[in-house]
């Protein structure tokens, strides 16, 4: 996070920041909880972060091997 650490601003640092402390926090005040109460904590946690994350990659280019128009494969 580093790298990406120089590209976010400190709004959306904070955000994660806090994100993840909370998500820390659950986690050790709920030891015993179900596979599903986790799977809710890591969709939480991806609902705030993920949107700032994809800010960061709006516009730049697919990654080696990728393409950019997705599931489409190219006719012989």
Known sequence: MDQL???LN???KKTIEDAVDETI???DSNKD???DDLKE???D???KVQPI???LYQGQAPPEGGEAGGDEKDEL
């Open 5 to 7: 650490g120089g590209k």
């Open 33 to 35: 909880a179900t596979v």
């Open 53 to 55: 994350v994809s800010k």
């Open 41 to 43: 904590q890591k969709k």
């Open 25 to 27: 926090a659950w986690l």
């Open 10 to 12: 400190e709004d959306d």
């Open 45 to 47: 946690l991806e609902s």
